[in-house]
C-alpha cells in the first residue's frame, strides 16, 4: 500500500495487557486499596454505583461523547455522598483514579513482534499515528512512552482528549486535521471489528483488521504483526 499515514488503535493492538479487564475489574481495581474504602458499605454497594454510571452515561445523549474516568468516578461518589462537599468528593475521585491507573499501568506490555513491526514502518518513510478510545487524560501517551514505543509515532489522539469516542466521525476526522492529508491517503489498524474496521471505511479509510482471534476470514486483515510486511 503507498500511503502517507498509518493510524493505530492502541490498546490491545500496539498495547497488550497480561488481563484484560472486564467491566467489574475497572470498577474492582479503582476501589480497592485506594484508602478511601470507608465511604461504601462494601464493595457490591460501589459495584452497584460504578455500574449506575455506566448505565447513566450508555443512555445519555449525544451518544459516543466521551466522559474521562475522573468525570465517571464523580458521578459515583456523588451517588454515594452527595454534592455538597466537592472538594472533599474530588479528593476521593483522585484516590480512585490514582488506584485504578497504577494497577491498569502495571499489566501493560508490548509483544516484541509489534516493535519489529513498527520499526520496519518506520524505516519504510511511513508516518504513524495512535487514534485510540481512552479514559484517562495523558493516559496513552503516558503508556506509550513507558514502553519505549512512542518515537514511532507523529501524534497520538485520544477520545478523552477530543471529546467524542469511537466510531463518531469528528475523532477521525480530527486525525485527519493532525496528519494534513484525506482519509484516502490513510490506513487505519486496529481490532475492533466496528471502530476500527467498519467505521474509518465509512470514511474513506483504508482499513486492515487485526484480527487476532481469526473472527473475520472475509475481512482484509492480520492475524499477527508479522503479517505487516504483506501489506507495506
Known amino acids: 500500500m503507498s500511503n502517507r499515514f498509518i493510524f493505530f488503535d492502541c490498546m490491545e493492538t ?4 497480561t488481563e484484560i479487564p472486564d467491566q467489574r475489574m475497572y470498577a474492582l481495581w479503582a ?3 485506594s484508602g478511601v474504602e470507608k465511604y461504601w458499605d462494601s464493595v ?7 455500574l449506575f454510571m455506566r448505565k447513566y452515561l450508555k443512555h445519555k445523549e449525544p451518544f459516543h461523547k466521551e466522559y474521562s474516568l475522573e468525570e465517571r468516578l464523580k458521578i459515583v461518589v456523588e451517588r454515594k455522598l452527595g454534592s455538597q462537599d466537592p472538594a472533599h468528593n474530588r479528593e476521593i475521585v483522585n484516590r480512585l483514579t490514582s488506584s485504578f491507573w497504577n ?27 495512535v487514534i485510540s478510545n481512552f479514559l484517562v487524560v495523558g493516559g496513552i501517551q503516558q503508556l506509550l512512552a513507558l ?3 512512542d518515537h514511532y509515532f507523529q501524534f497520538v489522539l485520544t477520545s478523552v482528549e477530543e471529546g467524542w469516542r469511537k466510531p463518531h466521525p469528528n475523532i477521525y476526522n480530527s486525525g485527519l486535521v493532525r496528519a494534513q492529508c484525506n482519509a484516502q491517503d490513510v490506513v487505519f489498524i486496529g481490532d475492533d471489528y466496528k471502530n476500527d474496521y467498519l467505521a474509518p471505511q465509512e470514511l474513506g479509510f483504508k482499513a486492515i483488521l ?4 481469526k473472527l473475520y476470514p472475509d475481512a482484509q486483515r492480520i492475524v499477527s504483526f508479522k503479517e505487516i510486511e504483506d501489506y507495506f
Do not use: S
Not at 457490591?44 to 460504578?50: C, K, L, S, T
Not at 487485526?210 to 482471534?213: G, I, L, N, S, T
Open 14 to 17: 500496539l498495547i497488550d495487557m
Open 31 to 33: 476501589f480497592k486499596e
Open 44 to 50: 457490591e454497594e460501589f459495584m452497584a454505583d460504578y
Open 103 to 129: 494497577k491498569y499501568v502495571e499489566r501493560c506490555y508490548v509483544d516484541p513482534e509489534i516493535k519489529l513491526a513498527l520499526n520496519y514502518l518506520q524505516k519504510k518513510g511511513y508516518n504513524m499515528a
Open 147 to 149: 514502553l519505549n514505543i
Open 210 to 213: 487485526y484480527d487476532k482471534q
